[in-house]
């Protein structure tokens, strides 16, 4: 692999962070003068706020809800208790827990939403330009959902009323674009939430590629990095398995393992420990970031 490629998984213009990342909302509410309590936080997508998701926490017969604002930031004044909280946003799966909230102070909330996708079906329309608009450049197309596709756009669109009559047809939720081998730009990227029965359009503006160097490339596979840790110290040579590769831990307990766009299991094991097994989302051009905790055998 190039070292242009692996400069770009930490360099590429979109964002990539872990999955355990959190969220929150700030939303305007009616309270008491005596309520003392409140919860807070931050709704996010791997790493991205979540706009317009709707959080509520329920206790008894009392319900509280406030929708994220544009940094996925929320906010409730309540009284202090348990409550069932719930965080819905279209594309994803509901998010529910039981959460207590302290009367000292801000009890902090984040929210990672995990993506959903069907049972409707919709259609998803790719346009490549320059940045700022302008003719479509010839270019090849891949989106990622809760499946893939590709093809090559010569018309630097889909459809084109030429080769592609109509868009992609896909299940409706969230999908990323991926935009690559456009001559004399670098490679692009974009997204769209497809709802059902609706054509929902993404435009990927590309920029033009350094005259004195190679175009930017986006790679079709992410990175899951981390740290595999006994009682906060790195365990050295612990094996990191997933879909038949494997990578060995460094001498301070770290590894890197590249994998293709998706969900994967991931398998970690070490001499004297008993092995943990988790399932990690990675994306294509970003990094997923971990700490594994394993357990002595003994």
Request: net charge negative.
């Amino acid at each position: 692999m190039s070292a242009n490629r692996r400069t770009l998984l930490r360099q590429a213009g979109i964002v990539g962070t872990s999955l355990l990342a959190g969220s929150s909302v700030v939303g305007a509410v009616t309270v008491d003068e005596a309520t003392a309590g409140r919860i807070e936080g931050t709704v996010t997508d791997f790493g991205v706020p979540v706009a317009d998701a709707t959080v509520t926490l329920a206790g008894g017969i009392d319900a509280h809800t406030v929708t994220t604002d544009e940094d996925g930031d929320y906010g409730i004044d309540l009284e202090p208790g348990t409550y069932y909280r719930t965080v819905t946003a279209d594309g994803y799966r509901d998010a529910t827990r039981v959460v207590d909230v302290a009367a000292d102070g801000p009890t902090r909330e984040n929210v990672s939403l995990e993506r959903a996708w069907g049972p409707g079906e919709g259609e998803l329309e790719v346009f490549a330009t320059e940045v700022g608009g302008g003719p479509t450049i010839p270019c090849d197309v891949t989106i990622y959902g809760d499946t893939r596709y590709g093809l090559t756009a010569p018309r630097g669109s889909v459809p084109d009323g030429e080769r592609w009559n109509a868009g992609f047809a896909v299940a409706e939720g969230w999908w990323e674009v991926r935009v690559t081998n456009a001559e004399g730009y670098d490679d692009g990227y974009g997204k769209a939430y497809v709802a059902a029965d609706e054509t929902e359009v993404a435009i990927v503006e590309l920029r033009e590629a350094d005259s004195a160097g190679e175009p930017r490339e986006l790679p079709d596979f992410g990175r899951f990095t981390g740290t595999v840790v006994d009682d906060g110290g790195p365990i050295v040579d612990a094996t990191v398995r997933a879909d038949g590769s494997y990578v060995r831990t460094a001498d301070d307990g770290t590894f890197e393992l590249e994998l293709e766009h998706g969900r994967h299991v991931v398998t970690v094991d070490a001499p004297g420990y008993e092995p943990a097994t988790a399932t990690v989302e990675v994306r294509f051009a970003r990094e997923t970031t971990g700490t594994v905790s394993l357990e002595s055998s003994s």
